[in-house]
């Protein structure tokens, strides 16, 4: 199966420690991802932040709802790097992937944060054009999540 890798960037109008702020704990990732989907942190890890999350140890399955409401996939979250207030790498397993990274790091440039995110992913299900199908969808999910990240600082 093919392993695929979308990176996306934008520029927010606000400070990285701001960012930072926003983008690590569950409101936040959340907020990003609305309409379309929300995530749940696993039992005995509501409300940490992805600061609170022991480095290379899974802390469960963190549930993807289509919507806020249809379970569809979950992430056995997992951080194995941390740079706090400028990077965090995710390494996971989902139902739907075999593998599943993603990295953002936050820069500060002229006039606020330049936010990356690149991530690498690798379908389970051996379909003939499933991979490059869901690399546009990723793609355009975080595309989404960058103007969401966007509306919430104000631009």
Not at 76 to 91: K, M, P, Y
Not at 121 to 132: C, D, N, S, V
Not at 140 to 148: C, K, M, S, V
Request: glycine share 8%.
């Amino acid at each position: 199966m093919t392993t695929r890798t979308v990176e996306n960037h934008v520029n927010v109008p606000a400070a990285a420690s701001d960012v930072w702020d926003r983008a690590v704990n569950p409101d936040g990732i959340n907020f990003e991802m609305r309409p379309w989907m929300t995530m749940s942190m696993p039992p005995g890890a509501a409300g940490l932040s992805v600061e609170d999350i022991p480095l290379g140890q899974p802390v469960g399955r963190a549930w993807l709802r289509l919507f806020g409401l249809i379970p569809f996939d979950f992430d056995r979250l997992t951080i194995v790097e941390l740079e706090s207030g400028r990077r965090f790498l995710e390494r996971s397993t989902m139902l739907s992937m075999r593998c599943w990274e993603h990295e953002r790091t936050l820069t500060p440039v002229a006039g606020g944060t330049r936010v990356h995110d690149r991530v690498t992913f690798r379908p389970r299900l051996p379909i003939p054009g499933l991979a490059a199908l869901l690399e546009r969808v990723v793609h355009a999910f975080f595309r989404h999540r960058h103007r969401r990240l966007q509306e919430y600082f104000g631009k």
